[in-house]
């Protein structure tokens, strides 16, 4: 059974980097198959896709358009978890970010397991 | 960036009620949809994948349906547990977007 763990700080101050990780249990951040998502979840945005870390021979990464400037997903493979960081945030990065492995499915690709959400709140 | 949109935003319903949620994508997605079921202060749960297959363990009376650009989310007989927000999800592009949600309540 996979499970997600996620931790990091609830409150990161305005300019700075938020940053966040996400333990896997069940499964390896180096598998062929799945990919390692962030999503967040806000009044004003709803459910945003931020991007992926997957290995394939190589690692690769793919990022929203919304937040690529800012954005880098690593994976750890020594500790098994991959993280999120999130630079020169402002207030409207105030959000519930949530880790999800997604894996093939027959035609395309889904989010079957999810992390328990950590609510990051972007204030001086 | 390919586009999701729900109707109805939210419906109230009975318990037994068959409950239909339309999802339609901005460009043709083929079947790459899947939905999802989130209630208060939990995270997004998979109910079907790739249009109309049933994720392992949701019951039957979920179903999905549809190609292209239109999709459906049916609710044969509403239970208790199923009062809560439903999203469609594109996989098609690599860059994923969400619906903005379908909340389902009690009448």
């Known amino acids: 059974q996979v499970q997600l763990q996620q931790s990091g700080p609830g409150l990161v101050k305005p300019s700075q980097t938020l940053s966040l990780t996400c333990a896997i249990s069940?499964?390896?951040?180096?598998?062929?198959?799945?990919?390692w998502n962030w999503i967040r979840q806000s009044p004003s945005r709803g459910l945003e896709w931020l991007g992926r870390?997957?290995?394939?021979?190589?690692?690769?990464?793919d990022y929203a358009v919304s937040v690529k400037s800012r954005i880098t997903i690593n994976p750890d493979t020594s500790k098994n978890q991959f993280s999120l960081q999130l630079n020169s945030v402002t207030p409207e990065d105030t959000a519930v970010y949530y880790c999800?492995?997604?894996?093939?499915?027959?035609?395309?690709?889904?989010?079957?397991?999810w992390g328990q959400g950590t609510l990051v709140t972007v204030s001086s | 960036d390919i586009q999701m949109t729900q109707s109805p935003s939210s419906l109230s319903a009975s318990v037994g009620d068959r409950v239909t949620i339309t999802c339609r994508a901005s460009?043709?997605?083929?079947?790459?949809l899947n939905w999802y079921q989130q209630k208060p202060g939990k995270a997004p749960k998979l109910l079907i994948y790739?249009?109309?297959s049933l994720q392992s363990g949701v019951p039957s009376r979920f179903s999905g349906s549809g190609s292209g650009t239109d999709f459906t989310l049916t609710i044969s007989s509403l239970q208790p547990e199923d009062f809560a927000t439903y999203y469609c999800?594109?996989?098609?592009?690599?860059?994923?977007?969400f619906g903005p949600g379908t909340k389902v309540d009690i009448k």
């Open positions: 999800a492995r997604e894996s093939p499915t027959t035609v395309t690709s889904s989010l079957g397991y």
């Open positions: 999800q594109q996989s098609y592009s690599t860059l994923f977007t």
């Open positions: 870390t997957y290995y394939r021979s190589q690692w690769y990464n």
């Open positions: 460009q043709s997605i083929s079947s790459s």
């Open positions: 790739a249009a109309s």
């Open positions: 069940g499964d390896s951040v180096s598998s062929n198959s799945a990919a």
